[in-house]
């Protein structure tokens, strides 16, 4: 598999996929590059709707260019363990971002979120958030305010009295919960047109089928958010096990 950046040759490529609809998959078989670079580089530029070759290499080597001139990161980051290599966990890091970004995450939300994701305790206070990011406090108090209200953080005090932000299992299903009542909440509101313009009329029609059909996938949400839980608390099997 090549290493090193994408070149302009490559950048061409990915272009032609998209505009032939390809998946990212497909497009990074073709180059034998790995699917986390594809989808990196698209969605650092424009998007799959967006994306230009030449004008993604001109802003990757901008972006190298700055890095060059800028100073070095803190050297008190903090150091991995595990025998983990701290390059391939940055990189998972930035992957996960887009990913996150992708799915209509805001880009600093998607960063918090992330950073959190990756730590095994699975919580971080807002100094070692800024730290970490290398941002500024009023950034992650607006990140933290919007993931609180999405369901996706919670806040706790450690023995220290220090807020923590807290990503554990439990969050998932809590807002995995909160986006089918909000789906629920959107079959109601379509249902109150019917009401207003008329049963029977072709915009209360519209109305009813979107209620209805939001009501099947917001149930299914629900209800497979509660069958499902438990795998949020169970360990997975290593290969030795299934062997087993």
């Given amino acids: 598999m090549p290493g090193g950046r994408l070149t302009q040759q490559e950048r061409q490529q990915i ?15 073709r180059l034998d590059r790995p699917t986390s670079t594809v989808t990196r580089e698209v969605m650092r530029n424009g998007g799959p709707a967006g994306y230009r070759a030449d004008l993604a290499h001109r802003a990757t080597e901008h972006r190298a260019h700055r890095r060059r001139q800028a100073a070095p990161r803190d050297p008190k980051a903090p150091a991995q363990t595990h025998g983990r290599d701290a390059e391939a966990v940055r990189e998972y890091e930035e992957t996960f971002t887009t990913v996150l970004m992708q799915a209509g995450t805001p880009k600093m939300m998607a960063r918090v979120l992330a950073c959190l994701y990756i730590t095994d305790a699975g919580s ?3 100094s070692e958030l ?9 950034s992650i108090s607006k990140a933290i305010a919007f993931l609180e209200g999405q369901g996706l953080v919670r806040r ?9 932000y807290v990503v554990d299992n439990d969050v998932w ?11 629920a909440q959107l079959a109601e509101t379509a249902r109150q047109g019917v009401g207003i313009l008329g049963p ?3 915009a209360a029609t519209r109305l009813e ?3 209805r059909f939001v009501d099947f996938v917001s149930e299914s949400i629900a209800r497979a958010a509660e069958q499902a839980r438990d795998v949020l608390y169970t360990k997975p099997e290593t290969p030795s096990d299934s062997t087993a």
């Fill in 209 to 211: 089928n979107i209620a």
């Fill in 130 to 138: 800024v730290e970490r990011l290398q941002v500024s406090p009023a």
């Fill in 173 to 183: 299903y809590q807002s995995m919960m909160a986006s089918a009542r909000g789906t």
């Fill in 15 to 29: 272009a032609l996929g998209l505009a032939d609809g390809l998946a990212y998959a497909e497009i990074a078989r």
């Fill in 156 to 164: 706790e005090r450690d023995d220290r009295r220090r807020e923590r």
């Fill in 124 to 126: 971080l206070t807002a």
């Fill in 200 to 202: 029977g009329t072709l």
